[in-house]
């Protein structure tokens, strides 16, 4: 991991933008929220390259924060995820994807809701995560 050299000039510059295309990419700075609504895939903000904020990080892109597969909050159940409702992603991306339980549900208006946490697949990344300890015999994924 990178130590952080100051703020980020803009987005392009910023420890926690992962590039798209052509001046286009995303901010993984923050984990996704819990949803009470179930079996949501979390999308991270599209970005351009020239934008900025006040939490960006100078340094090598995608140097600060975890890979979900290498994060203590991340859990995938043998075979993947199975909902009922795929939402916009097809089976084949659920059978690979586990939840990221980084941020518990946050209360709301309505009374008796429940919390649901979103999914993302291990090679996503984001910097609010924690990579877990491995021993020495624990292969890398």
């Known amino acids: 991991m990178t130590g952080p050299s100051g703020p980020a000039p ?14 286009e990419g995303v901010c993984c700075r923050h984990a996704p929220e819990a949803s009470n609504r179930p079996e949501e895939v979390a999308h991270w903000p599209q970005t351009h390259s020239r934008q900025w904020c006040g939490e960006g990080i100078a340094a090598a892109p995608l140097s600060i ?7 203590v909050y991340w859990r995938h159940p043998d075979g993947g995820l199975n909902p009922v409702n795929r939402g916009d992603m097809p089976m084949a991306w659920w059978a690979h994807a586990g939840i990221c339980a980084r941020h518990a549900p946050r209360p709301s208006s309505e009374p008796g809701p429940r919390g649901f946490w979103r999914a993302t697949q291990g090679t996503d990344f984001c910097a609010d995560g924690v990579e877990r300890e491995r021993d020495a015999t624990s292969p890398r994924s």
Do not use: I, Q, V, Y
Request: aromatic fraction near 10%; glycine fraction near 10%; include cysteine.
């Open 10 to 23: 803009n987005c392009a510059g910023c420890a926690f933008w992962r590039k798209l295309r052509e001046n």
């Open 65 to 71: 924060g975890s890979r979900c597969a290498d994060c």
